[in-house]
Every structure is written in C-alpha cells, then in structure tokens.
C-alpha cells in the first residue's frame, strides 16, 4: 500500500473528527460465535474463521460496524459519534482482482434524530468524494420491511419473508408462493394430503426426531391452509422493490402506495423528513436516484436508509463508499437497550485509484 493510501485515510478521518467523532480502535481478531450471525449469509461465507484454545472461534474483522456497536452498547452513553481507518478481511470466491484485505475510513453516529443523522452521514462522505464525479446510490431497507409487516397474512409469513428480506432470489420465491403465482411442489403437496405422513416409511433415522418431523409438517398445513396473500397486495410490494427513479419521483409513487397499503406510512414520512435534511446539508435532492432493492444483498444488519458511491467509469471496482442505518443492531447487541444509528465508510484505496486514473 503507499503513502497516498495512508494519507488519504488520514484526511478522511480528520474529517470525522472535525464533526466531532472520537477515534476509535477495534480488535483485529473478533469472536465469531457473538458476532458472525449479525452480518448475514454474505459476509458468513466470506469471514476469515480460525479457532483459539480459550477463546473459541474468532474471525478477522470484516467490518468496524459491529465491534464499535458491541463496544459503544457496553460502555458508551447516547448520543456518541465515533471515527475509525484500518484494515477488514473479506474472502473473495470469485474474482481474484478483488482485495481479500483492504481500508476502511469510516464514521457511526448513535442516537439523535434519524433524519439529520442520515442525512449528516450522507452528505459528509459525498463532499469527503467531491471531484471524483461518483455516482450516488440510495434505497431504504425500512421501506420494504413495513409493507411486510403490514400484510394482511399469518406472522409465520411474515417472519419468515422479513428473514430473508436480504436475499432477493429467496424473498421472490416465498412472496410468489405465498401470493400463489407458483404452486406447491408436488411432493408438498401429497405430504399435506397424506392421512398419515408416516404410512409405510419404515422406522424413523436421521437426525430428527418424529416429534420434530411432526411438528414441522403441522407448520407446513398451517401455511398450506393459509389462503394466499391477494394479488393487490402483491402488486404494491412489487411496485416496491421495482421502484427507481429519482428520490422526489419515488416519494410521491410511495405516496399513492401508502394510500392502499398505510403501513408504510412512517417510513414514507421518515423518508420525506430525510430528504429534506439532504437538501438542507446542500445534496441535490431532485436528481439523488432511489431504489426499492438498493442494499438487500449485503450486510444484513442495515433495516433502514441505505446509500453507496460507485465510479461510473470504473464499473469493475467495487463501490469506493457505502453504508446505511441499522437501528435493530443496537437492540441485538445492547442487551435489552437500543439507540438509533448509522453509519458509513468510505474505501481510500478506491480514492487514490480513481483520482490517480484521473490525473
Ligand atoms: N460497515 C459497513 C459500512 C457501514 C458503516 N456504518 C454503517 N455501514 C461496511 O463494511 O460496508
């Protein structure tokens, strides 16, 4: 890595901490077992994982977000704002080009209010970017997660859509079978027919239990039972995560959604409450793009605004800043106590890359 690398992370940080955010350092080692789950399938697959004797598994810190909320929900009292650089690990399966090592600079505030959090988050990483003409990308995690738990459905459907809110392919599959555009695979369906499933299979092996196999084919009926989610309700999530346009175009189709579908009422205010903060921290607001599905194959944690930078010229590269609120992380890491926050990094490597390609 060279010196520009190096400096280029220090003036980001100065950044930060001009806004008043404590420097902070995290353990390059992390334990696994506390943390791993937080991140989601992504970034579980891609952990470096090793074992210690006393200390159980642990994993090379993929990202800063969870050890600074771990730490800030143990000791630090709201509101607080923290600044880091240093290096996360990450394997790549695929593309050997891609850094398995690479820096983060990066800011969490916590607690203070949402929108003017998002927003001071948004607005600081894209003047920390200006003249490297990136494209920015936003989308709203909390959007899609209202209009599920407003379904008018069983809460074992919306548990288990709202589980997989992250994984596009996975969330499509279950919302199409529960809306019935796909029918029951054949074998489902004479498992639930079956007078009694175990009718002839011999003496029961493997690993689970008859009372388990029983209990999970009475959840099974239970949602076969299920009459199917309506097709008006299907068509406003799937003008949902169709939605992109830019920001003021999105609101106001959200708007006429949230006349059928009120409940994502709060989070249309709260994306409203946002944008007006942008255009106050000087973002251009009128041609800032959103979109319904932005943020839902990585980290798993984000449950709210999501936003990232990409090099329009240089789509091979990976986006040169992301991140995004994750409110809900505070609460599964905070021991019953909870704070809103948010967060974002910005990748100095890209930085340099980009503007030394420019020069
Ligand atoms: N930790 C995120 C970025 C982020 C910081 N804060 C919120 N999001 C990442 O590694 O992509």
Request: aromatic fraction near 6%.
């Amino acid at each position: 890595m060279g010196p520009e690398v190096r400096t280029e992370a220090a003036r980001l940080s100065a950044i930060f901490e001009g806004l008043g955010a404590q420097p902070v350092d995290t353990s390059i080692l992390q334990p696994a077992d506390v943390l791993l789950d937080l991140y989601g399938e992504d970034i579980r697959a891609r952990a470096y994982v090793t074992a210690d004797p006393l200390r159980g598994e642990m994993m090379l810190r993929p990202d800063f977000t969870v050890p600074v909320v771990r730490a800030h929900m143990d000791e630090g009292g709201d509101p607080a704002r923290y600044c880091y650089a240093g290096e996360v690990f990450r394997r790549q399966e695929t593309d050997p080009d891609r850094p398995i090592e690479f820096l983060q600079a990066g800011f969490e505030i916590f607690g203070g209010d949402p929108a003017q959090a998002d927003a001071e988050v948004f607005a600081t990483i894209a003047d920390a970017l200006e003249g490297l003409d990136l494209w920015p990308s936003t989308g709203d995690i909390g959007i899609l997660m209202a209009a599920v738990r407003g379904l008018r459905t069983s809460e074992a459907r919306k548990g288990a859509l709202l589980r997989h809110v992250w994984r596009p392919r996975r969330f499509r599959a279950l919302l199409d079978r529960y809306g019935a555009r796909t029918p029951l695979p054949a074998q489902r369906k004479a498992l639930m027919a079956a007078d009694d499933p175990f009718e002839g299979v011999g003496p029961v092996l493997g690993l689970r239990t008859r009372i388990e196999i029983e209990t999970r084919i009475a959840t099974l009926r239970d949602e076969a039972r299920t009459p199917p989610i309506s097709e008006e309700e299907m068509e406003l999530i799937d003008m949902i995560l169709d939605l992109r346009e830019t920001a003021p175009n999105v609101l106001s189709s959200l708007r006429d959604i949230a006349v059928d579908m009120p409940a994502i009422g709060d989070a249309v205010t709260g994306l409203t409450r946002r944008l007006d903060a942008m255009s106050a921290r000087g973002v251009d607001v009128q041609s800032l793009p959103f979109e319904g599905s932005f943020g839902r194959t990585t980290l798993e944690y984000y449950d709210g605004f999501v936003f990232g930078f990409q090099s329009p010229t240089r789509a091979d590269l990976p986006p040169v800043a992301t991140g995004g609120r994750y409110d809900a992380l505070t609460r599964q890491l905070g021991q019953g106590r909870a704070v809103p926050a948010v967060g974002g990094v910005i990748r100095p490597e890209l930085v340099v890359q980009i503007r030394e390609g420019r020069a």
